[in-house]
């Protein structure tokens, strides 16, 4: 894959080289401790979600604490549960979490959940133009999310003028029933792990994955970020999204431009910023692909 300087015509879905590490065993060492030295970065301006500003921010889940996770279409279809070999972490036990600022508690977040998910009701009118990607919100039972919500956040993600919309070939529609071309799935850390095993990935309780058509979204980084977006964690939701989105429509893991320029949406900021501005858009105000050499 050669470099991208400006919107590159979208390769075959999910044709892209798979960038995921299979299992191996468990993981070693806390994975926060590899993004602590990124906090630094928190003071980097970024743009709200919600607003229209111009924004920076990167994409991989954007900027995940682990290994980025994805894996080739396999057999599950994407309106069908998964059903993966791998156990969860056992017991019911919430894993307790350090409250993002200017919150008033410290959430506490399920380990595992039962793997059953609600679907967000009606639907969205459809953003962009050309092929019309049809996709589903699910919010995994038992979370104490509403799923309304989720679906509206995903749904101004996925329309904003910086996101996948501004290649000109992509539209998006989310649906509550009937075919879908991908399903957005927030659910517990055990439950991704579950999902993403069954492809042979290992998320360790910590990543998101898209595999068989599904963006899995840990509820642990939906609801606490990472250190560089700590203060931001709806941008933060961006990254995740259109990083994986991303993936579906066929983008593969790029590098760093050059220093002081946004971080491509599809560089994996965890592995570090290398000079590099956090930036969770495709695209800049003015339509411009942003992007980088391309890696494995």
């Not at 969860?88 to 039962?114: K, V, Y």
């Not at 101004?156 to 290649?167: E, F, K, N, P």
């Not at 991303?246 to 910023?273: D, E, R, S, W």
Request: charged share 20%.
């Amino acid at each position: 894959m050669t470099t991208r300087t400006a919107a590159s015509p979208r390769g075959s879905r999910r044709s892209g080289p798979s960038h995921a590490s299979p299992r191996r065993g468990k993981r070693k060492g806390p994975v926060w401790g590899a993004v602590a030295a990124l906090a630094v970065l928190g003071a980097a301006g970024f743009a709200a979600v919600d607003g229209g500003s111009s924004g920076t921010g990167a994409a991989h889940a954007g900027d995940r604490t682990g290994p980025t996770e994805r894996a080739r279409p396999g057999g599950l279809g994407a309106t069908g549960p998964a059903h993966g070999s791998r156990s969860p972490s056992p017991g019911p036990a919430a894993t307790s979490a350090s409250p993002g600022p200017g919150t008033s508690s410290t959430p506490e977040i399920p380990a595992t959940g039962p793997g059953t998910f609600v679907t967000a009701a009606g639907g969205s009118t459809r953003v962009g133009s050309g092929t019309v990607l049809r996709y589903r919100v699910d919010v995994e039972k038992g979370i104490d999310l509403s799923t309304a919500d989720v679906a509206r956040q995903v749904e101004r993600i996925l329309a904003d003028r910086r996101g996948w919309t501004a290649d000109g070939r992509s539209a998006f529609e989310r649906v509550s029933g009937g075919p879908t071309d991908f399903v957005v799935r927030v659910a517990t850390p055990g439950t991704v792990d579950r999902i993403c095993g069954e492809y042979g990935l290992d998320t360790g309780g910590e990543v998101n994955c898209d595999v068989g058509r599904q963006v899995m979204v840990n509820l642990r980084r939906w609801l606490l970020a990472t250190p560089v977006y700590a203060r931001r964690v709806k941008d933060y939701r961006a990254l995740i999204i259109n990083h994986e989105v991303g993936h579906f429509l066929g983008h593969g893991h790029v590098g760093c431009p050059g220093a002081g320029q946004p971080a491509p949406v599809m560089m994996q900021q965890i592995k570090g910023m290398h000079g590099c501005l956090p930036n969770v858009w495709p695209y800049d105000e003015k339509g411009r692909y942003l992007t980088g050499p391309a890696v494995s």
